[in-house]
Nanobody, 125 residues
Framework: QVQLVESGGGLVQAGGSLRLSCAAS????????MGWFRQAPGKEREFVSG????????DYKDSVKGRFTISRDNAKNTVSLQMNSLKPEDTAVYYC??????????????????WGQGTQVTVSS
């Protein structure tokens, strides 16, 4: 049974930082692309960042470039999202997701096969 479990969300003031982590189990994590998505109240879920199986290639939504950094540790089956210079518009539930795909990072939600339960990130102004 594949499981993705996020942690690290919380409440932070604008300009602050948070680090999200996602632990995977039940499959060979190191073979697949991982992604982070978010969903704000009343809005559709959107791609935030992704990383290829080796960690060699990353991709970011334009609005988070330079502020967020995705990384993975295949030995520990984890993927992380370091979020700096947070803004109120970053407030959302953040989800990690696994794409059973060894190619470039894909951004479409439908491409991702497994999802975590989400973790709330709230940025106050």
């Amino acid at each position: 049974q594949v499981q993705l479990v996020e942690s690290g969300g919380g409440l932070v003031q604008a300009g602050g930082s948070l680090r999200l982590s996602c632990a995977a189990s039940g499959l060979t994590f190191s073979m697949y692309t991982m992604g982070w998505f978010r969903q704000a109240p009343g809005k559709e879920r959107e791609f935030v960042s992704g990383i290829t199986w080796s960690g060699a290639t990353t991709d970011y939504k334009d609005s988070v470039k330079g502020r967020f950094t995705i990384s993975r540790d295949n030995a520990k089956n984890t993927v992380s999202l370091q979020m700096n210079s947070l803004k109120p518009e970053d407030t959302a539930v953040y989800y990690c997701a696994l794409d059973r795909w060894a190619g470039p990072v894909r951004r479409r939600i439908v491409e991702y096969d497994y999802w975590g339960q989400g973790t709330q990130v709230t940025v106050s102004s």
